[in-house]
Nanobody, 123 residues
Framework: VQLQASGGGSVQAGGSLRLSCTDS????????VGWFRQVPGKEREFVAR????????SYSDSVKGRFTISRDRTKSTVYLQMNSLKPEDTAVYYC?????????????????WGKGTLVTVSS
């Protein structure tokens, strides 16, 4: 598994972005995938996760109703659609793959991590 996150950028509050997480080796189709974010000086925070077949999507309370996680197994890509963005969503976003078909919000459950992509939301 080799992950690459993309799609970050700068947007005004209320705007939208879609992040993509692609496995260049196309080997994570049977793995749960999660999105996490981190602000400098703070701990990495769980955002969303999805099961191997697109089932059991789950979100943190802070993004529920605004973010949607999905995956396209044919493209070995997991997406994070972010709507109604707020300044407090500003962070570096990371995608990660677990070694199991389903996984929880604990970052320790994810073995493979991609480099992050920066999201900046201005007020």
């Amino acid at each position: 598994v080799q992950l690459q996150a993309s799609g970050g950028g700068s947007v005004q509050a209320g705007g939208s972005l879609r992040l993509s997480c692609t496995d260049s080796r196309r080997t994570f189709s049977n793995n749960a995938v999660g999105w996490f974010r981190q602000v400098p000086g703070k701990e990495r925070e769980f955002v969303a996760r999805i099961g191997w077949n697109g089932g059991l999507p789950s979100y943190s309370d802070s993004v529920k109703g605004r973010f949607t996680i999905s995956r396209d197994r044919t493209k070995s890509t997991v997406y994070l659609q972010m709507n109604s963005l707020k300044p407090e969503d500003t962070a570096v976003y990371y995608c990660a793959a677990a070694t199991t078909a389903y996984s929880g919000p604990d970052s320790a459950s994810y073995r493979y991590w991609g480099k992050g992509t920066l999201v900046t939301v201005s007020s």
